[in-house]
C-alpha cells in the first residue's frame, strides 16, 4: 500500500494492498474529481441544504450521466458521505420492516422439485415459517419450527 499527495496540484492517490488504484483531485472550486479502477468516476459537488451538508455525484457509465446524491457525516472526526435517496415515503410504508406479524406466515418455496436442489438444496435451507419479519440485518428474528 502507498499513498502520493501533491498539495501544491491538490492530487492524491492511493494504491491499495488489492493493486487498485484510486486517485483524487481537489479543483480550485473545492470539487472533486475521483478515479478508480475498474468503477466508473466521478465529480462531487458539496453544498449546504438548511443547516445540513450534501454532496452530488456525477457519474458517467458507458455514455450516460446520472446522479447520486450523499449526505456527510462526521465520525470520529473523519468525515464520510452516506448515500442518501431522493425520495422517503411515509412511515406506514416501512411499518411492515419494523412491526411483528399477527400471525406466522407459511410459505412453500417453488424450487423444491428442481434438479438443483436435491444436491444443492441444503445450503438453500429456507424456514418454513416465519415469525416476523427481518428486522434490519439481524437474522436472529428468525426461528424455524
Same mark, same amino acid.
Given at each position: 500500500?502507498?499513498?502520493?499527495?501533491?498539495?501544491?496540484?491538490?492530487?492524491?492517490?492511493?494504491?491499495?494492498?488489492?493493486?487498485?488504484?484510486?486517485?483524487?483531485?481537489?479543483?480550485?472550486? *473545492?470539487?472533486?474529481?475521483?478515479?478508480?479502477?475498474?468503477?466508473?468516476?466521478?465529480?462531487?459537488?458539496?453544498?449546504?441544504? *438548511?443547516?445540513?451538508?450534501?454532496?452530488?455525484?456525477?457519474?458517467?457509465?458507458?455514455?450516460?450521466?446520472?446522479?447520486?446524491?450523499? *449526505?456527510?457525516?462526521?465520525? *470520529?472526526?473523519?468525515?464520510?458521505?452516506?448515500?442518501?435517496?431522493?425520495? $422517503?415515503?411515509?412511515?406506514?410504508?416501512?411499518? !411492515?420492516?419494523?412491526?411483528? !406479524?399477527?400471525?406466522?406466515?407459511?410459505?412453500?418455496?417453488? !424450487?423444491?422439485?428442481?434438479? !438443483? $436442489?436435491?444436491?444443492?438444496?441444503?445450503?438453500?435451507?429456507?424456514?418454513?415459517?416465519?415469525?416476523?419479519?427481518?428486522?434490519?440485518?439481524?437474522?436472529?428474528?428468525?426461528?424455524?419450527?
Amino acid at each position: 500500500m502507498s499513498d502520493v499527495h501533491d498539495v501544491r496540484r491538490g492530487i492524491d492517490v492511493h494504491q491499495g494492498l488489492n493493486g487498485g488504484r484510486r486517485v483524487m483531485v481537489e479543483r480550485p472550486d *473545492h470539487s472533486r474529481f475521483v478515479s478508480q479502477r475498474g468503477r466508473p468516476g466521478f465529480v462531487q459537488h458539496s453544498y449546504n441544504f *438548511h443547516g445540513h451538508d450534501f454532496a452530488r455525484r456525477t457519474y458517467v457509465y458507458h455514455g450516460h450521466t446520472y446522479d447520486h446524491f450523499y *449526505h456527510g457525516y462526521s465520525y *470520529h472526526g473523519i468525515n464520510i458521505n452516506v448515500y442518501a435517496p431522493s425520495r $422517503y415515503w411515509g412511515r406506514a410504508y416501512y411499518g !411492515w420492516a419494523y412491526n411483528p !406479524w399477527i400471525t406466522p406466515i407459511h410459505y412453500r418455496w417453488g !424450487w423444491f422439485g428442481d434438479p !438443483w $436442489y436435491g444436491r444443492y438444496g441444503y445450503f438453500f435451507q429456507p424456514y418454513s415459517v416465519y415469525l416476523r419479519p427481518l428486522s434490519g440485518s439481524r437474522i436472529t428474528s428468525f426461528r424455524r419450527i
